[in-house]
RNA sequence: GUUCCCGUGGCCUAAUGGAUAAGGCACUGGCCUCCGAAGCCAGUCAUGUGGGUUCGACUCCCACCGGGGACACCA
């Protein structure tokens, strides 16, 4: 934007350096904090302390220099005004030009505006990494909600995403269930929820298990069974499985995740075994067995002090471990595709393993491993800091989570829009509350602890995604009154009027999308992208509120007609990359 | 013991090292003959402690306090 007048303006600013001795290092631009107007500011206290010329503190100088270059840059084209404050240089547009020129970048880039092109090779995010035979439970919400994001906000940088699913498929929990399957429930057939359904029995395995050690030893003999390549049960395992990834289906539908390439723990199991036998000839690992295990000590290779310690790469029995996949596993997605990124959506909990699984992939000599990124997460608890576990049942299941709220949005639905069919207010209903659900989950920093409880998940007033949907109705609503389409592309946006700071401060956020999806993109921050929808939406309403719109006159009307069709694509745009609906009405 | 993360009003959260620390919930009072009140307006209240770096620190460094996590045969 106003590439010309930057232009003009850096000139300006280089002469006056060079003339004073100062450093020729470019000027920080910045947002002027103040609304109302609109500009950029420039601190230059940086400049007044490498001036040799100073004289007296910084900030005095600072001031100093400030008017100097104000006077210098009266008159610039395309700023209406200059002026030298505390320091700082604030150079301010003028209005009607610069909300011209931002209408126009949005309602001709429509659904793409923000977007950037795609540049670079592909980046895979893996992420979900659930196991069969147990349930999707809240806790696993934040992670899925997560990384799609992830995915969507690298595509709208312009970057190719493979999306990676590692399933754990494998395992006790896996023969728990089937044993448990096969004593109580033979030849049953799932329910029409499958994840509700297998969840059950889960359950039910897990409480014989634990109470019962008669049982135990039975489900261990069961398991022996299974190491042996019993062929009835790799059976019913592959049959039950796929019942599972039904049942996981019908979730990342609900959610609207998919997933380009799905791993199955079972697929690199045997070549994480031909891993360790060539890691302990390289003589990277050492083999214990049989009493002991096959371990890498990394500090001792590597002379750290307990940073690295010491991964375990195989039970003393010769069986795999979850360190023993992850190696083949990381090299396979490379083997697969040109990867220019491999990010890994998993929780803070397993920081060390994947430092671990890293530093062994370099000492190998596999080069690719720097490219290699943990986007540790914290985890989501019950209040209490009470973890969320299957095992000890302490979960929310999604299913009811989504039936309570979308239940709950309904009946607000039906009171605000009864003309609707009720398959309306019940599509709308799920989308007001699965965006309520997802919201909080990506609307703070990855670092933090989101505590799950009933009541705020259940309310849709105040930050929530239901507020920003509302607002996305809104303006909405008051296209279809003009009789204007969605996009609107072609309305004139003649900002020949005194605009108002609802107004200014709307068409600023509306500019701020496109920077922001490359830095959200950059360093993995979707709450960025949350908080701004947010801001969006807040901006919006006061907007509403502010300035009346199909009742103005010319040429406030068409402006500010426009300025609904722009906000309304933002909305929509923001909102479409949290993963969230925005309904037509609600 | 080693190490990582978190600490901002009563509660939850925001703030690329930059000007006056921004919102939500809750509470109190107000606003629907006016484009949809899931909304808007008004009010009270905050950077754990102590040092350091810097012209300038919620932000960076050190120490401490408080909470949580990880650290050899779970995943």
Known sequence: MF???????????????????LPAGKLERRKIPFSGEWGMAAPLFPLAAADPNKSGPVPAHAQFLAEALAAELQGLAGFARVEASKGYLNLYFSSSEYAQKALEDVLAAGSAYGSQPQSGGPVMVEYSNVNTHKPIHVGHLRNVILGGTICRMLEAAGHPVIRANYIGDIGLHVIKWLYNYERFHAG???????????????????????????????????????DAGDEEIRALWLKTRDWSMAGFEQTYQLLGEHFDRIYFESEVEDSGKLLVEDLIERGIAEDGRPENPVIVDLDKLLGTKEEYRVVVLLRSDGTSLYATKELPLAMLKFEEYPLEQSIYVVDVRQTLHFKQAKKILELMGFEPAQRMQHLAYEIVNLPGNVTMSSRDGTVVLLDDLLREASQRAQNIVAEKNAALSLEQQ????????????????????????????????????????????????????ILRKAGLGLEAADLPANFAYELNSSEINLIELLTELPDLIVRAAKELKPSLIATYAYDLAK????????????????????????????????LEKSLRILGIDAPQEM
């Open 426 to 477: 019940q599509e709308i209903a799920r989308e007001v509350a699965l965006g309520a659900i997802k919201y909080p989950m990506i609307s703070r920093e990855t670092t933090k602890v989101v505590t799950f409880d009933w009541e705020s998940a259940l309310d849709f007033n105040g930050q929530s995604a239901p507020y920003i949907q509302y607002a996305h109705v809104r303006a909405n609503s």
């Open 539 to 570: 901006a919006f309403n006061d907007f509403y509120n502010t300035c009346p719109v199909l009742g103005a006159e010319e040429p406030q009307r068409g402006a500010r007609l426009a300025l609904v069709a722009a906000a309304r694509i933002v």
């Open 3 to 21: 590439e010309n007048e930057k232009q003009a303006l850096n000139q300006v600013v280089a002469r006056f350096c060079e003339k004073r001795g």
């Open 188 to 226: 049953e057939k799932p329910a029409a929820d499958i994840m509700r359904w297998m969840s059950d029995i889960y359950t039910e395995a897990e409480r014989h298990f634990a109470s019962d050690p008669a049982y135990e030893a039975e489900v261990r003999a069961y398991f022996n069974r299974w």
